[in-house]
């Protein structure tokens, strides 16, 4: 690593997309790495999009430009697509297949399969989980967040370890879940390392 990464968080309202980037964030600084970081709120209280861009080295903004990130992380397939402008063909992406559908849209949602199918053509490093099934076998679905901050650990470039990301989860979680979110985390890691 040139002690540079971009990190590109999207998924919808309630998933838990601004605690997963504040442990990232504090995982950071704890490995003495200089972190910036922004978030988006759309309608997030009605299920709508959230982002949150995290840049990990000596950078003045916050904002990832397009084709610049070095990592995808999105919490719903939708919300992936509308993550793509961000991507390049180096951008590792990993995503919840899991989705969210919308209560005020009688339009149909697309096809999750195709989704990955098409995400698989173009682009060189898809890892697709079903992260909400996992948080379930771990506890709860809001453990989503854990099973996904778990499964970008597992990547060999990403600039944090999983055990100061662990230390950063039972900073800011309450003590009550760190054993349920410890069996996300890893099942999110095993996913991707299996």
Not at 42 to 61: D, H
Not at 88 to 116: A, F
Not at 159 to 165: A, C, D, F, H, R
């Amino acid at each position: 690593m040139d002690n540079h990464y971009n990190i590109y968080i999207c998924g919808v309202g309630g998933q838990g997309i601004i605690k997963t980037s504040t442990i990232i964030g504090e995982a950071a600084m704890n490995q003495g790495l200089d972190v910036v970081m922004s978030e988006i709120h759309g309608m997030s209280q009605r299920g709508g999009s959230v982002s949150t861009e995290l840049k990990i080295g000596g950078y003045n903004s916050s904002i990832i430009p397009k084709q610049g990130a070095d990592m995808l992380l999105s919490f719903e397939p939708v919300e992936t697509i509308r993550g793509l402008d961000k991507v390049n063909s180096e951008t590792k992406i990993v995503y919840n297949t899991h989705p969210i559908i919308p209560s005020s849209t009688d339009k149909q949602y697309p096809n999750v399969d195709s989704i990955t199918k098409t995400l698989k053509e173009n682009f060189k490093y898809v890892l697709p989980i079903d992260g909400t099934q996992l948080a379930m076998d771990a506890g709860s679905v809001l453990a989503l967040n854990m099973v996904l901050l778990g499964a970008v650990t597992a990547d060999d470039k990403f600039p944090l370890t999983k055990e100061s990301v662990i230390e950063a989860m039972k900073n800011n979680l309450k003590p009550k879940f760190h054993e349920m979110n410890l069996k996300a985390i890893e099942s999110g890691y095993n996913s991707i390392k299996s």
